[in-house]
């Protein structure tokens, strides 16, 4: 028999490294992360900058970066009224990808996820399965920030992009890919079915949730063929 | 489902807020007498119009909004992020 | 009668299939409707009706029938001239004793002028102890199939959202063309249609609408961007522009919901046929031009073999064309509009003749009538739309567009199919404008109703309602008894509220109405559209019925170790082990671990947190120190008991704050509330880390020598670590653990807050490391009754929705010399006030006895002066204990009270000297 | 139109009655009556619901009061009383809700004799699901609370509650499983409509003036006193003014400058296809937000817990019919194929307290009974009684007078959230 092709798989990212941080959006710490609302950037060091609030981010890393990041970030904020807290333990998280993942969400969250509203880099908080996740659209590297591993760079993705910014390492959490330039406006079926591009979605909520967020993907991908990876 | 336009997150489900009341202002504790702190605790205004809310985006970005909403015809004529002041 | 090939026709006569009838086989083509399949095979009746029994066959033979409501297998009310045939489908009549055939209940129709309108109101009103059997005779009555057995399988079904530019309501050629012009602008379209395939009249229309429809279909399968959805039903539109659609017949589902939000609406959906309003109007037989055409041409059926054609319009003229084609008889053709008239029709079980007019009686098996259409309006003014009659059209017609749709077709008016399809692309095109594409601005152009006779009764007494018997009689009755608004109308004689809501007979209702108050139609208005525009199932409105469920890191253990499970809000907990008592021993011997991580917890940072913690709790908080640990009780504003638990400083600017687990959702929302609205320049940040932390209690005589086994870099000591203090350290491996010497259960005992992800692993360990201690876990019960014993109070079991923190015995904590906090003035007014409950320990007389919680307290024959708000047999004391309120009278230590319990006894109970019932001075804790 | 002094019995209805008009054709009298606006009347109710007429109708029956309108902005019955789900209970949680919604059942018990008008009381049971310990305590609270004032009610377990209702799944299958139930054998459903109009026909009967589409827009307040209302007809004096106007009573009392605790929130129903009969008594979850009833016409009858935020729009939402088909599926998985066939809404008056507001105002001469929630269907005929007579003789009935007003500034608060927050 031929090859099954999986249109959708799912992996369990829960042990990456989380940092929160909160802080003055106008202050010297929001300057320094620079990233706005809505948006989701990859900054010098690997780590995914998640813009969740106005005045709040989520730091996405490797498993063991986590006391590191909050170092370097506190850091960043010295001399302002800032917390940045370890929140690795607090939240369950997901990650998405295939050419299907949009249809798999859409029978879970109402929010639409078409790429000119939910284009790539785009993150937001809301509903899935009647529980409070923030979804961030990372089609890119879907490779990059899985369980564990901090390398494992995929074939392709937007590290082959011209005129990607380069920061050193050292430098502040400014944002790598200003994904504003990303994401095609091109006309999707209305369902947000879009065979031909593979997307990848990360979904984070409380950790105590871990396994409805799984029984709930694995139900609404079972169409698909959804599998664990 | 009914849309709220938070500030922050855009249009979004009701069902992604929580209504937390008519917004009153808290009397001084220490000089209120019984009627005027059971007013502010019991009394509402629940016009049929024009109503000032308070909300709180729950499963969104978790503020607080003060809006401003009319209670027939749904209509929202302005929101703001609680935590900033403003023309109320 | 099964006709020869017909050029339109669905059904697939290389697929023969046999379902059943009423337990008999019957032969059928697939693509055939359970409704076709039977004419086809020659019956005519197919139910009964709801108050007389009348039998009933095919009026519409389409979704709308009211005389074809069955029942296919476990499934009730099934619309059979819509249903597709399957193979081996069991489709039985509904509601009918003993047979369809031969109905007993039809002897209801001699009483048949008794049972006239609102005659429920009028008898079985004495004597009143003979109504329960009247009642069980008149639910024996009632319409309607029967619900699946509570065993049955389930069928599947699921929700999407959808979220495209345009969606169109209605796939006949001008849904078609809006669909078509809105996707060429680049709109993402989704096209909807109730029937199995794209087409709406033409697919039963004559040659030319055959040949237009199948070079619409290619354009809308070529066009890129248009979903297509058939057999799905658009089933309302909500407020926000939400419109619910119901999708059938997809492979491995029954059903689906599609949730979709477009930009525009674009309503097409047609027309709807009316029925004319005679006597015999019902009669199995009696059918619209619409139905003989879809019986003739979609599934080859022949309807009759003689018939009369009433009509008032050209497709009663095609209706005829297509009659006489099919070999049926036509005796004559009454046309209305040269002044043509019927008068009754006559018939026992089917139609035998047509009185016409001009007196005349003609021989016939089948009455066809085209008198006029009815705009499906309720689509529209179900949010927010209007519609008004149109005289010179004899329909209402949408005169005012809801926010976001737009409305083409015959909902509009008539045209040429040219027209039609003019229309439907101007319209598609200002959609897709409209959510944002660009499109040529091409206005609109006109389309306006037909001119029409106003047909809708005759001169005799016929049927209105079909589904609810509701005749031209009733009507006029239900005026003339004083029900003379058409909302009364409607609710005394049940006109509309069947299961076609109106959508054939509301404008015919409105009419006789009109006619009885002399009021016109305009005046007499329409009652109003509600949702579902098409009736939804119950599994299509639950989906997958996703419940969420937290669970801790140990839920597994807990699971694999034959906990039993406790449902607790969100999160499942273990209740205990097998033995409660045991556990609760085991923590009193020596020591028992007990998984709290529901236990809401905040991390709290910034220089203004004891601010906040002095407003929100009514103690004391500005002199907690570094690794101190205080507990705190919250009220709110009217001095109610909101929450309690404790809270600890773990460093300068650094807290941890506890809240109990079914309150942690709420007292978060209340911390940011305060913060983000009234004070709003405090520099605090608050940190959900329920989740964060797994919680393990540590309790027991033993429990420092086993935490001590596992901690490292924290000095257990009871110098060191005294009772109410915090300490940050690493246990059993584990680094960032957060270890707080507090005890609910009143036994020396430890709290660990874990790192959630390694919170299997302490558990295990503890477990390990403890076994020669004889540690052992205890679950939620064993902590009910441990508490109990030490008379800790559980906010929302010892205290309610009104209790102020007075009552539930807190006066220790309350300190009202603080400049605020909120809920003061309320307790401020409390302290001072008579005739307050108050919370106290309780023990009954006999220590057998356990009280069941809610029990009351008595005073007299039934003057209530308290109740048992908590109860349980302690295994520490040998004894019942109790936790209560009592009047304040009652409240002094040795005072017995009587309790009366559930199964009537009445006995007595002593109030303690104080709540806790083991080691009222806490030495156990302190040690 | 000239008024009639002598005012005609009604016809009586009876199986006989209804024989001798069938047959001999002669139709039936109408059952209310359209009369021109006086300028006076003794008093004026406003709310033409089921406490307004009841209002009306106890002061004429009861005490001989019969100059007295009732205005109606619509039709009557047109607000919640004609959109409730009917529920009839009194297995209240206080020892003064249970007494007041006892009297209530009382007077439903023989309501169809003595309006002479069947309007369908049907005492099938009341059956209330406890998912959690806590629900079960509250339960039993109830019963005990019940028990000593007379009703019968009782805690009953899984088996009993299965062989009640063999449709409900009692396994621990659901995510909730069953635990309990409180079991209220005198509760039932009523022809929520034939209230209303049994109460009108006695109403016009005893020459009390029905004024439909008669809208009151201000009241005349001089000296903290009320000196009548203004309608769109035209202005009526009147010294005594009663609103019974549920989910409109902050508009009305507004009017008159009297403020209240009340907020008003949409409450939605919805109701299936008729289905034969397999339901036989009111079943609720107030865990999970819904309860259902079958009604003798086959269809199920289902409502929920107020919509979420306040609002004077009656339209329905996707969202209920959504919570309430999950919700009732979970309890009965077997109704999956029954079909939903039309929503709505109507406006609950809800109060801080979960119980009524009535009796007199800070302005003399204006009486309220309002705050009546999703709970006040049951509640018509005894309000209307004693409003009745608080209004005809000046005195507070004792059964109503721990729901006055000034309870909320004197702190006395009536909590009934523990058995009426369910919705019905
Ligand atoms: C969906 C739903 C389900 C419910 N289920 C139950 C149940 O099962 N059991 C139960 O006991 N209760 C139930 N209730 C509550 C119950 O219906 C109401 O509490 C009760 O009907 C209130 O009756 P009323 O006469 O006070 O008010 P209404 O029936 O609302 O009458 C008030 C009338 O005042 C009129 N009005 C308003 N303003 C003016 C004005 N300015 N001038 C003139 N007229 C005016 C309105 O038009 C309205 O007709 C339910 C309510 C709803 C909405
Ligand atoms: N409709 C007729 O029976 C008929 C007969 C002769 C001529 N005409 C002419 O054609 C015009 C109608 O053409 P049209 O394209 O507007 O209508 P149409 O009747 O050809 O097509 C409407 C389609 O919408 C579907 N529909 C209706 N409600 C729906 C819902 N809620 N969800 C999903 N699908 C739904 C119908 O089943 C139908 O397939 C009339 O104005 C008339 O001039 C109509
Ligand atoms: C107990 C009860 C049963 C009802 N049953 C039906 C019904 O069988 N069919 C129907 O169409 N409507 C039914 N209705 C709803 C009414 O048609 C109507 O929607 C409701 O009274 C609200 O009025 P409105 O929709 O005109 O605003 C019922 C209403 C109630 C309160
Ligand atoms: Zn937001």
Redesign the interface.
Known sequence: MAEVSVEVSATDCTDLAKVLVRADPGGALAAALDVPFGRAVRDGNDALVVRTAPDAWLLLAAADLATPLVRRVEALGAGEFASVVDVTHGHALARLTGTTAAVVLAKLCAIDLADPATPDGNTFRSLVAGVAVTVVRDDARPGRLTAGSAGATPAGGRDARPGRLTVSPTASLASLDRSDALGSAGATPAGGRDAERERSYLLLCDRSYRQYLRDVLTDAGEEFGLAWT | ??LLPCPHCGPRD??EF??V??RAARPDPGAAT??QW??Y????????GW?D?L?LHRAGCGRYLAMSRH????DIRAVRDAATGGAD | MRLDGQPGEVIHRGTPLTFTWNGRPYPAFAGDTIGSALAAAGERVFSRSLKYHRPRGLLTADGNDPGCLVQVD????VRGAHRRVSAGMAVTA??VWPSLRFDLKALNRLAG??L?TG????????P?RL??YY?RV???F???????????P??R?EHRYAHPDVLVAGGGPAGMAAALAAAEAGARVMLVDDQPALGGHLRWGGPDGLAALAQLRAAVAAAGGIEVLTDSVVT?Q??GG?V?VVQHGLPGL?ER?V?ARPRQLVAAAGLIERPYVIAGNDLPGVMLSTAVRRLINLYAVRPGARAVVFTANDDGTAAAADLARAGVDVRRVVDARDGGDIVRVRGRGGVRAVECGDGSVVRCDLLVTAVGWTAPTGLLT??GGRAAYRAGAARFVPTELPDGVLATGGLVGDGTLAELIGHGRAVGQAAARRAGRTAPASPVPDLVPAPHPELFAGRTNGFVDFTEDVSTKDLA?AV????D?I??VK??T?AT?G?T?GKLEAVNTIAVVAAATGRGIPETGTT?A???YA?????????R?Y?P?RRSPMHDWHVAHGATPL??GAWIRPDHYGDPAGEVRAVRQGVGIIDVTPLGKFELRGPHIPDLLELLYVNRWRKLAVGAVRYGVMCTEDGVVFDDGVTGRLGEHRYLLTATSSGAEAVGEWLERWLQTERAHWRVHVVPMTDAYASINVAGPRSRELVRRLTTGIDLSPEAFPYMRVRLGEVAGVPDCVVWRIGFTGELSYELHVPAGNGLRVWEALLATGVDLGVRPFGVEAQRILRLEKGHLVV??DT???TQAYSAGLDWAIKMDKDDFVGKP?LA?QRV?DGQVVLVGLQPADPELVP?????L?EGD?R?VG?ITSSRFSPTLDRSIALGFVAPDLAEPGTVVTM?L?DGRRLPARVMPQLAHVDPEGKRLHG | MKLRRSLPRPAR???F???RH??GGA???????RHDLRDRYDVVVIGGGVHGLATAYYLAANHGVNNVAVLER?????GAS?RNTAIIRSNYLT?EGVAFYHRSVRLY??L??DL????????RGHLTLA??D?AL??M??R???NK??GVDS??VGRSEIGSLV??L?VSDRP???ILGGLWHPPGGIV?H??VV??YARGADAAGVHLH?DTEVVGIDVTGGRVQGVRTNRGRIAAPAVVACTAG?A??VCDLAGV??????FPLQAAV???????LDTVVVSGTRHVYVSQT???ELVFGAAVD??????S?????F??G???H???L?????????????AGLCDMT??FSPVMGPTPVEGFYVDVGWGTYGFKAGPVAGETMASLVATGKTPDLIAPFDLAR????R?V?E??AAAVGH
Request: no cysteine.
């Open positions: 489902m009914v009701a069902a929580g209504y009341g008519e019984p009627q059971r007013g605790l019991y009394l509402r205004r629940n016009p049929a109503a809310e909300w209670t027939v015809t749904g | 476990g499934e009730p009310n509904q509601g002028p008794a006239s005659f429920y109101y009028k008898t079985f009103i004495r009143r109504w329960p009642e008149l639910r024996r009632s319409p309607g199939g029967r619900v699946p057995s509570p065993s049955s389930a069928g079904y309302g909500y407020e939400l619910a029954t919901l949730k179900m949010t009755a003339a008894e004083g029900y608004s909302e009364l609710r005394y049940t509220m299961p809501q109003t509600r949702p579902p009736p939804v199932s119950l599994g299509a409105l639950a989906g019925n419940q469920v449902v607790a929302g079991q309610d929705g009104l309320e007014w006030r069941p919680e809610s029990s009351q008595v039934r209530i109740r009366l559930p | 209805y009876s199986g009655g209804l024989l069938a047959l139709p039936w009298p109408p059952v209310w009556r619509g039709y009557l019955g047109g004609g020892p018990e023989s169809a004799a002479n008008f069947n309007v369908m009381f049907s005492q998912h959690t806590s305590r509250t039993r609270w019963a005990e609370v000593l004032q009782s805690l063999p449709h799944d995510r909730f499983p022809r409509d034939a109009w049994g439909q409109w902050s508009t403020a209240l605790p009340i907020t008003t299936t296809e008729p289905v034969r009969p397999f003798d016409r086959g979420p935020f306040p609002s004077y729009s339209r329905g939402s996707l969202e019919t959504e309430v088909a999950a009732v599926l979970e009965m998985p077997a109704l999956a194929p029954v079909r939903i066939l039309r929503q709505w801080p307290d909320f500034t004197d702190g608060l909590g959230r523990g």
